[in-house]
Structure formats: structure tokens, C-alpha cells
């Protein structure tokens, strides 16, 4: 993930940071406590297709 393209996308629900996990391929909004795919390298910014963050995840 291209760290240029982490500094202006933001999570669709709440306009806040994104931040990366390498390991799941996913932006993670810990505010939100959602995870939204990347595909192919690019970012599926899409409420409907985010997952929600498991108590395990969001409190590591």
C-alpha cells in the first residue's frame, strides 16, 4: 500500500484515518471498528462491503 495513498483516503462512515494491515489486506478504521478490503491493491471504500472488527481486534 502506497503510504502517499494512506495520507488523503479516509473511512467513508466517519471521515476519519485509515490505517493499513498488511497481514488482512485491509484499511482499518479503529474508530468505526471496521476493516474495508483491498483488492488487487486498490481500496474498496464501500460501507457494505467492511467488515466488523472483532473485540479481539480492536483491543489488541
Known amino acids: 500500500m502506497d ?3 494512506l ?3 479516509a473511512c467513508p462512515v466517519c471521515n476519519g484515518k485509515l490505517y493499513f494491515n498488511k497481514e488482512s489486506q ?3 478504521c479503529k ?3 471496521l476493516a474495508y478490503p483491498v483488492r488487487e491493491g486498490i481500496p ?3 460501507e457494505n462491503e467492511a467488515r466488523p472488527l ?3 481486534e480492536t483491543h489488541p
Open 3 to 5: 503510504h502517499r495513498l
Open 44 to 46: 474498496v471504500l464501500l
Open 54 to 56: 472483532s473485540v479481539d
Open 26 to 28: 485491509e484499511l482499518v
Open 7 to 9: 495520507e488523503i483516503v
Open 31 to 33: 474508530a468505526d471498528s
